[in-house]
T-cell receptor, first 109, second 113 residues
Framework: GAVVSQHPSWVICKSGTSVKIECRSL??????MFWYRQFPKQSLMLMAT?????????EQGVEKDKFLINHASLTLSTLTVTSAHPEDSSFYIC?????FGPGTRLTVT | DAKTTQPPSMDCAEGRAANLPCNHS???????VYWYRQIHSQGPQYIIH???NNETNEMASLIITEDRKSSTLILPHATLRDTAVYYC??????????????FGTGTRLQVFP
């Protein structure tokens, strides 16, 4: 079946730095991908819709200048957490079509 | 907001069938029912989806009521590896639709020996 990958699977960064997370659809093209965030013991919360060749659409309450999304090709979307702070520590998950990536665990120290 | 209601938790003995209910009383005619599960610290895993007919695959069966206001996911022979949070989601269109999936709180299934 279709596979969605994410890189890295986990990352630790210092407060104030930026972190980029990649999401790839491995055997199909995806004009639309989605980014979710999940805090411990909570459900997945949709952050934004990544659109190939155009601007991302952000959910209410998600800062677009902090969470930069780029969907430069039909198989790759990136999420950059800018000026990360400890409260940004979370599990970030992308999806394409029906399938989800394995997630990226971000810890900001 | 999620358009489904699920019990927060359920237990099931290993080897027995696990029946996970979901209410989606406001489902629209073009909305499919999707089931996913999430094992701790992993991304959600697609299980099955359906529109109005019952569906079965190698993982599970999906029973949708005739009025489509509720459904049940059946894991016929639960194993310890089926312990996970199970999410029932309604969304327009089939698997190639690009609409977003909105997650509710799901059901935490605990399979015990």
């Amino acid at each position: 079946g279709a596979v969605v990958s994410q890189h890295p699977s986990w990352v630790i960064c210092k407060s104030g730095t930026s972190v980029k997370i990649e999401c790839r659809s491995l055997d199909f093209q995806a004009t639309t991908m989605f980014w979710y965030r999940q805090f411990p013991k909570q459900s997945l919360m949709l952050m934004a819709t990544s659109n190939e060749g155009s601007k991302a659409t952000y959910e209410q309450g998600v800062e677009k200048d902090k969470f930069l999304i780029n969907h430069a090709s039909l198989t790759l979307s990136t999420l950059t957490v800018t000026s990360a702070h400890p409260e940004d520590s979370s599990f970030y998950i992308c999806s394409a079509g029906t399938f989800f990536g394995p997630g990226t665990r971000l810890t900001v120290t | 907001d999620a358009k489904t209601t699920q019990p927060p938790s359920m237990d099931c003995a290993e080897g027995r069938a696990a029946n996970l209910p979901c209410n989606h009383s406001t489902i629209s005619g073009n909305e499919y029912v999707y089931w996913y599960r999430q094992i701790h610290s992993q991304g959600p895993q697609y299980i099955i989806h359906g529109l109005k007919n019952n569906e079965t695959n190698e993982m599970a069966s999906l029973i949708i009521t005739e009025d489509r206001k509720s459904s049940t996911l059946i894991l016929p022979h639960a194993t310890l590896r089926d312990t996970a949070v199970y999410y029932c989601i309604v969304r327009p269109g089939g698997p190639y639709n690009t609409d977003k999936l909105i997650f509710g709180t799901g059901t935490r299934l605990q399979v015990f020996p």
